[in-house]
């Protein structure tokens, strides 16, 4: 019974699942925190990765690995490879301003025929701009830029700082590694023809550099020291994709600390309002997807203000009709991604006597974040893109609040699968893909579909206060 491991190295945690490579069957688990913030030293994701291993019950008996991570995330080693400075991670939006500089100088129509997607605050290409512009020396001495997948898989071989005693191969920059979904979402790199587009690396960072060589989606990264075989890892959203066993049809919303909608698609997508990312999959397709900063932590804030847990939140929302009686819960609380205002404020409308209440509180809350979620699915059937049915994903999709409210805001078959770590699930399935050279078809099940009971009027009253 072959063995095959999966990493998911989020933004606030590694999960590391073991399972049966045949059935797809879960063996052990194993998790370590993160710390929090936008910007974070890569170290933490070594020594957190080690810890769910070891939680995890360790390799000694897994055949293979494979590492799926948070996207888009700068790392930027010298070289000697250490790395100059604490990562950027996704949810840092102090590169707006640069964003908008690289869209002025190539065009909002080029970048996504160039790249598939027209960049934001949260993409790498625009992080390295920033670093360009705010910390020059610093950019100066940037001799390649890595993902945290890409890094997390270099240091797993055995690669690393020159004076690292856990990096006994050494800083052989040349060895980094990614795979086109997250090499995707960096900014510069065409998933369509699989090649880096350096004119834009050199227009952000200044100068060229290595980067992470692109493997297929079955290819092996090499191996550890140990002889476990690795994957060429993921983005978390395509990771989650492979983890679901998503295909054609299918559209997936991800509630975590983001927000996510994406689809596995036949062929690229191309949206130069740059509202769709068209990203690459993990299995050789394509991945248009839409992000949003805000997401389960709106739940949490409101939670909060209201001094409940997240069920009785819940329930004080079942309490409110469809539409919280006009009250609306614009919910930029960090800025907002998509839509792109990252100097934005959450805004609470429509406040009246009979509105501002616990219970309609509650509800606008859900609603708010279903709402903006809603407006990513329209906008990748926009495109094109089919949809028969949603998934729905994410610890906020266990609550039956969330359920009963999603089949009212979508107007779609909405199923819930039974909650499980599907970014590390997906990776798992990599790596026993790369393991068999044949991609498992594992069984997923459904925790809920809820009836369809969709109320129109709560996405129309929610766009009447779209900035």
């Not at 390295?128 to 940037?142: C, F, S």
């Not at 075989?229 to 983005?235: F, I």
């Not at 999959?281 to 739940?299: E, F, Y």
Request: negative net charge; aromatic residues 6%.
């Amino acid at each position: 019974m072959p063995l095959v491991a999966g990493v998911d190295s989020s933004t606030q945690s590694c999960k590391v699942v073991v399972r049966d490579a045949e059935t797809g069957a879960l063996v052990r688990t194993g998790r370590a925190p993160h710390p929090e913030g936008t910007e974070v030293d890569p170290a933490a994701w070594w020594q957190a990765l080690n810890q769910a291993i070891i939680a995890a019950g360790g390799l000694d008996d897994v055949d293979a690995l494979a590492v799926a991570g948070q996207q888009h995330g700068m790392v930027v080693l010298d070289a000697d490879g250490r790395v100059i400075r604490d990562a950027l991670l996704w949810n840092d939006t102090r590169s707006a301003t640069a964003a908008a500089e690289l869209v002025g100088e190539f065009g909002a129509e080029e970048l996504p025929r160039r790249t598939g997607s027209v960049p934001v605050a949260s993409f790498t290409i625009t992080k390295l701009r920033w670093l360009h512009d705010v910390e020059p020396q610093n950019a100066e001495r940037v001799a390649a830029v890595a993902l945290p997948h890409d890094w997390l898989t270099w240091r797993l071989r055995g690669y690393g700082p020159v004076d690292d005693d856990t990096s006994p191969l050494g800083p052989v920059l040349s060895e980094l590694t990614t795979d086109r979904s997250d090499a995707s979402g960096t900014g510069y790199f065409d998933p369509s023809s699989g090649n880096y587009d350096r004119e834009l690396l050199v227009a952000a960072l200044g100068h060229d550099c290595v980067l992470p060589r692109v493997l297929g989606p079955s290819e092996s990264a090499g191996a550890t020291p140990e002889g476990v075989v690795l994957g060429p890892g993921a983005g978390d959203n395509a990771g989650a994709a492979l983890g679901l066993g998503a295909r054609a049809g299918d559209v997936v919303v991800s509630i975590g600390t983001s927000g996510t909608v994406f689809a596995v698609t036949d062929g690229p997508t191309s949206d130069p309002s740059g509202t769709v990312a068209g990203f690459a999959d993990a299995s050789g397709l394509w991945l248009p997807l839409v992000a949003t900063l805000n997401a389960a932590r709106i739940l949490d804030a409101t939670a909060r203000l209201l001094g409940v847990t997240h069920d009785e939140l819940g329930a004080l929302a079942l309490a409110a009709s469809p539409g919280s009686n006009g009250l609306v819960l614009q919910p930029y609380f960090e800025g907002e991604r998509t839509p792109n205002l990252p100097d934005a404020t959450a805004t609470l409308f429509g406040m009246t006597l009979a509105s501002t209440t616990r219970e309609g509180l509650a509800r606008a809350a859900i609603e708010g974040l279903l709402s903006g979620l809603a407006d990513g699915v329209e906008a990748v059937t926009a495109l094109g893109v089919r949809a028969e049915r949603l998934l729905i994903i994410g610890g906020a999709a266990v609550n039956p609040a969330v359920q009963a409210i999603a089949a009212q805001v979508f107007d779609l078959p909405v199923s819930i699968p039974t909650p499980g770590e599907y970014v590390a699930d997906g990776a798992a399935a990599q790596a026993a893909w790369v393991l068999t050279g044949t991609r498992p078809a594992w069984k997923v099940a459904t925790m809920a579909t809820p009836a369809p009971d969709y109320h129109p009027k709560i996405r129309t009253q929610y766009a009447a206060h779209a900035i």
